[in-house]
């Protein structure tokens, strides 16, 4: 929420996204450890809008870009960063992901505090007697996982229909960047941050 595509005032809402699994955001962790002990969600969502790149180059959201596993974890271009972590055994190189390379002024400004993930994703548990579920698991327990930033809005301008301000929504994997989210400063030289993106929508 909101849905892909939709038009309305959001601008006092937090997105969110809703799990029918609901120990998935705690399924894996930041750290690459196996999650035996209550830890933060590996899973976070973030909001762009053209406006967090005025000050960058290309001053619009980045595409969001499919690579194999071995061009996300390994850039080989000059000032891109990638998180630091391992493939599992069933994965291979050659593997095909979705990235999202965000300067680092943006990645700084976007990315949720390591101090804040606990507060950002939960579980909710809702009576789904007489209720429309997408979820043929009817125990009524949900993940939810809530974006750290209000959607950007603007006035309704003056003559022509003003259709706001596109928010774009990604779902990203935290995994391998838990010094940086711990406001550890990134490397000197480095550009760009890629991260791996498992969802996205606009509104």
């Not at 774009?168 to 940086?180: A, I, N, Q």
Request: hydrophobic content about 40%.
């Amino acid at each position: 929420y909101p849905a892909p595509g939709q038009i309305g005032q959001f601008y006092d809402t937090l997105p969110h996204i809703v799990f029918d699994r609901c120990t998935l955001p705690w399924e894996r962790t930041i750290d690459g450890a196996n999650p035996t002990s209550p830890h933060d969600p590996w899973l976070a969502l973030i909001l762009l809008t053209d406006a967090d790149f005025t000050h960058e180059p290309e001053p619009h959201v980045p595409l969001i870009v499919s690579r194999t596993l071995a061009e996300a974890l390994k850039p080989k271009e000059q000032g891109v960063i990638a998180p630091s972590l391992q493939l599992d055994p069933y994965d291979a190189e050659s593997d095909l992901c979705r990235t999202i390379d965000l300067p680092v002024g943006v990645f700084s400004a976007v990315m949720p505090r390591k101090e804040d993930l606990q507060y950002l994703a939960h579980v909710r548990e809702v009576h789904t007697g007489n209720k429309e579920t997408w979820s043929l698991l009817k125990e009524g327990k949900f993940s939810v996982v809530v974006c750290n930033r209000f959607p950007e809005s603007q006035a309704m301008a003056t003559g022509e229909k003003d259709w706001g301000i596109v928010n774009t929504m990604c779902l990203v994997s935290l995994e391998g960047w838990g010094d940086y989210l711990n406001r550890k400063t990134l490397p000197p030289g480095i550009m760009n941050c890629r991260v791996l993106v498992l969802g996205s929508w606009q509104f």
